[in-house]
């Protein structure tokens, strides 16, 4: 449901937001160029809550006051959350430290302390290339039929798979599942 907004009331909804913006950026000390992001946050907040205003009830600035007040509140917090997680300043891993070298920041974390070893990704290249050789004789060990099958499902699904004709839905899910045991049997994580 689109409804139009009056010059009067867009005024002293850009007014109060202004306000509420340049409030909410002293009391973070944000830069000056977050202005107008929070700004905009607080006017998509209060526009999407203007439905709500009743004129018995009060002033139309008083409630845009209340809602940015309280939409405030919650940018605040992640604001804070963020920088408890991440710094007051973002740094990158690409700043050079010393003038003598060329050593990055990067450079300095180690490999079991990267973001791979978080998501339990291989770090160590001698694990990855055992892992490479255990995935090709597992490859390898399967039926041509199979192969071929594994290879059309790194494209597509097997719904996909079975309205274009390639077989039943039932029977490539079942053999899904056997190549997944044959795989397990093998020693590989079933994937």
């Known amino acids: 449901m689109r409804t139009s907004i009056s010059h009067s009331v867009l005024q002293i909804l850009l007014h109060e937001a202004d306000v509420a913006a340049r409030r909410l950026r002293c009391k973070l000390h944000l830069a000056y160029q977050d202005l107008a992001d929070v700004r905009q946050d607080l006017l998509v907040d209060l526009i999407a809550r203007l439905p709500a205003f009743d004129p018995d009830r009060g002033s139309l600035g008083a409630f845009a006051g209340i809602v940015m007040a309280n939409r405030a509140t ?3 917090a992640k604001t804070k959350r963020e920088r408890l997680l991440y710094g007051a300043l973002p740094i990158s891993l690409d700043e050079v430290l010393g003038e003598s070298d060329c050593t990055t920041r990067g450079d300095l974390i180690a490999d079991d302390q990267g973001l791979s070893s978080c998501f339990s990704q291989p770090i160590d290249p001698f694990t990855q290339a055992e892992l490479c050789i255990d995935i090709d004789h597992s490859i390898g060990s399967l039926e041509p039929e199979d192969r071929a099958l594994c290879a ?12 274009q004709k390639y077989g039943a839905r039932s029977s490539l899910f079942r053999r899904v599942k056997e190549i997944r045991s044959a795989w397990t049997a093998l020693g590989m994580d079933a994937a």
């Open 152 to 163: 059309a499902l790194r494209q597509t699904t097997v719904h996909r798979l079975a309205a």
């Open 74 to 76: 919650r940018i605040a």
